[in-house]
Antibody
Framework: EVQLVQSGAEVKKPGKSLKISCKAS????????IGWVRQMSGKGLEWMGI????????RYSPSFQGQVTISADKSTNTAYLQWSNLKASDTAIYYC????????????WGQGTLVTVSS | EIVLAQSPDTLSLSPGERATLSCRAS???????LAWYQQKPGQAPRLLIY???SRATGIPDRFSGSGSGTGFTLTISRLEPDDFAIYYC?????????FGGGTKVEIK
């Protein structure tokens, strides 16, 4: 069974750094792209970017380029989303997603990680 | 970037009724690369439809997708209590994936 299990909720102050994780199981991690989707409170879905787990080739939405870093470690079957300088506007739920093998739709989702940035 | 506009914002219907949700694209999605997701409160979204009209694994046949170019539709033939949720469309025609703003299907 494919599962994406994300790390727990985080509360951070503005300006701090943060790295959240998504551990995959039930499939060959290195064969798939794994990405991140943001959902601000009461709002819709925003695609942030994606990484190919096999070689760590990362692609970003223009809206998030330079704001976050997406990476993957195939030795631990884990993908990461990190910030170096958090802002209050980064407060949201972040979902990791697996891209299907051949098309850019997301067939498995993590349970979501709530990130709260507040002074 | 392709912008997706979903309508209506909210659809108030009763169980057993037919739901028709619209997704309009700012540019033609000639490839048909459009998907639909369902999200219930407190849960992650779930893939329903891909390539405009193909049902994902395990999705009941009361869900159907149609459309081409700039206009796409998700139809739920007979609403069941479990179908009241928010629905999002997503395009993957361009290299930047985008989602629509969502349509909430609520119980009337």
């Amino acid at each position: 069974e494919v599962q994406l299990v994300q790390s727990g909720a985080e509360v951070k102050k503005p300006g701090k750094s943060l790295k959240i994780s998504c551990k995959a199981s039930g499939y060959n991690f290195a064969d798939y792209w794994i990405g991140w989707v943001r959902q601000m409170s009461g709002k819709g879905l925003e695609w942030m970017g994606i990484v190919f787990a096999g070689d760590s080739d990362a692609r970003y939405s223009p809206s998030f380029q330079g704001q976050v870093t997406i990476s993957a470690d195939k030795s631990t079957n884990t993908a990461y989303l990190q910030w170096s300088n958090l802002k209050a506007s980064d407060t949201a739920i972040y979902y990791c997603v697996r891209r299907t093998g051949s098309i850019w739709v997301f067939d498995y989702w993590g349970q979501g990680t709530l990130v709260t940035v507040s002074s | 970037e392709i912008v997706l506009a979903q309508s209506p914002d909210t659809l108030s219907l009763s169980p057993g009724e037919r739901a028709t949700l619209s997704c309009r694209a700012s540019q033609s999605i000639t490839s048909g690369f459009l998907a639909w997701y369902q999200q219930k409160p407190g849960q992650a979204p779930r893939l329903l439809i891909y390539d405009a009209s193909s049902r994902a694994t395990g999705i009941p046949d009361r869900f159907s997708g149609s459309g081409s170019g700039t206009g796409f539709t998700l139809t739920i033939s007979r609403l069941e209590p479990d179908d009241f949720a928010i629905y999002y469309c997503q395009q993957y025609h361009s290299s930047t994936v985008t989602f629509g703003g969502g349509t909430k299907v609520e119980i009337k």
